[in-house]
């Protein structure tokens, strides 16, 4: 069955830390791969996408993943995390054919001490 | 301004009393889907809709009904809710299924809870 997997499931860094998040998937075929973040007390958002081309994308606030094929993985990456940075991150796969489903990680809590 | 308005927000209600969530998008999007949120499962599909009239079970669909008879809205129907749907709820709607045209715009969510 398709899923993804995020091995972080709380994770806890003070300010001007870095940050890497890990996100693999099971699917064979082609997918398009998105890491959403959950502020506190509010809805998700997109922070970055992929659908093609360079696997090093760049999305909002800094943050960056890097898809790697053989691997299956997709790991957001922050080079110096703020406070603000505390949220929820889920990564998210879409399968470009065969489903109209989108599958979600279990999300990294992730905590930024000032 | 481009949204997803989901109604009610919050809501507890009792075993067993219907209820519908709303789900409202002003983007002229084709797919549309709901989520629910549990501590440590991340985000399950419920349901989701290719467009009008076209819906499909997602992982978790027990329990629920939802019906797409406009583009723009996709109710949530719990026709006889149970303790264990007590949970936040999502509405997000894309552009399409087509790559490139998948990002997913959520909605503010709606914490139901069933006594």
């Known amino acids: 069955a398709q899923s993804v997997s995020q091995h972080n499931h709380h994770v806890i860094l003070s300010e001007a830390a870095s940050l890497e998040l890990g996100c693999n998937y099971s699917?064979?075929?082609?997918?398009?791969l998105f890491w959403y973040v959950q502020y506190p007390g509010q809805h998700l958002q997109l922070l970055l996408k992929y659908f093609s081309g360079d696997p090093l994308v760049k999305g909002i606030k800094g943050f960056e993943a890097e898809f790697i094929k053989s691997k299956f993985s997709f790991n957001l990456r922050k080079p110096s995390v703020q406070w603000s940075d505390t949220a929820e991150y889920f990564c998210?796969?879409?399968?470009?054919?065969?489903?109209?489903?989108?599958?979600f990680g279990t999300g990294t809590r992730l905590k930024v001490l000032a | 301004e481009a949204q997803v308005t989901q109604n009610p927000r919050y809501l507890i209600t009792v075993t067993g009393k219907k209820l519908t969530v709303t789900c409202s998008q002003n983007m002229n999007h084709e797919y549309m889907s709901w989520y629910r949120q549990d501590p440590g499962l991340g985000l399950r599909q419920i349901y989701y809709?290719?467009?009008?009239?076209?819906?499909d079970k997602g992982d978790v669909p027990e329990g629920y009904k939802v019906s797409r008879k406009e583009k723009r809205n996709f109710p949530l129907i719990l026709e006889s809710p149970s303790p264990n749907q007590t949970s936040l709820y999502f509405c997000?709607?894309?552009?399409?299924?087509?790559?490139?045209?998948?990002?997913?715009?959520f909605g503010a969510g709606s914490r139901l809870t069933v006594l």
């Open positions: 997000a709607s894309s552009l399409s299924r087509a790559s490139g045209a998948n990002v997913l715009t």
């Open positions: 998210a796969v879409k399968p470009t054919s065969g489903t109209y489903k989108y599958i």
């Open positions: 699917y064979g075929g082609t997918v398009n």
């Open positions: 809709s290719m467009n009008v009239e076209v819906t």
